[in-house]
């Protein structure tokens, strides 16, 4: 059952990851006072911000049209009071170094360091690493399957879940990849679209478990079952992009499917026959230990390298072992039905 427990919290992370929007940093007086005076002056000691001298429509007030910001730094939205925070952030962090305290966060964040205007510069790069691992694992269960495994005299395959785990794959990159896009600039829109990629993966992750476990290979069945599964997700992720983005209510939706999901996984890991079901705990286990990384917040290193940086870096080779599983199956699958056949 502890196996049970981490492997929950593992799958259900995307979804539960939640910056607060108050934290003590932005409480702090000092802080506040910098963002005020670096709106009014557009300057946080010797750093000076043109679009400072524009007003929210865009509109020039001190300056022609040409000092405006460009379009690679416009399109992060980084406006007057973004890189006020961001530099005020950084000047009052400096100060508490050198006073001995800790780091402290900021609107819900930890002080990361930019680059190139990217707000989480490793988190993006693992997250990109993680939509690579996806791609390889979906295009080397592809190859398999078409190239390497025999198929049938149609042409189709004998494994009876390729569609569902090919669906499966696109869901895993778009989430990676919207990941990504929400580490380099964290605004409304790529919050939404991150959060909304994470809940139809879990989502479809659900319906894939349950047809896989309980070996469901009549079309009816599979679409019995996943027909209002699919229209609670399709209605969950409605309701936060154009209702409200509860995070509560998302949490809570998260963590129902999760207990399904891996209660369902778990199982039948456990009663399977299944020559590499040791690949399916060692996700299990290992995405376990993962999430201590979580549990255990810690800042970021030299303000690029936080627990939730760690985690993207873990899951990278537990998404290699799960595509290997997924493998695996196909091949093992495949064998027992050409037994049958002879």
Known sequence: MDQLHWILLFSALLCLVRPLDASSGDADPIYKACVDQCEKTGCVGENCFQHCKFSSDGKSIDGPWYLQEPLYLRWKQWDCRSDCRYQCMLAREEERE????????????????????????????????????QFHGWLSFFILLHYKLPLRPDKKTYYEYTGLWHIYGIFSMNSWFWSAVFHSRDVELTEKLDYSSAVALLGFSLIVAILRAFNV???????????????????????????????????????IMGVVQLLVWAIWAGVTRHPSRWKLWLVVVGGGLAMLLEIYDFPPYRGFVDAHALWHATTIPLSYFWWSFIRDDVEFRTSSLLKKIK
Not at 106 to 125: C, D, L, N, T
């Open 98 to 133: 050198q006073l001995g305290h800790k780091p402290v966060k900021y609107h819900g964040k930890w002080p990361f360091q930019r680059v190139y205007g990217i707000q989480e510069p490793v988190s993006v790069a693992l997250s990109a690493l993680n939509l690579a691992m």
């Open 217 to 255: 290979r009549d079309e009816a069945a599979r679409v019995m079952v996943a027909a209002p599964l699919l229209a609670f997700v399709t209605t969950h992720i409605l309701y936060l992009n154009f209702y409200q983005l509860d995070y509560g209510l998302n949490m809570k939706v998260c963590v």
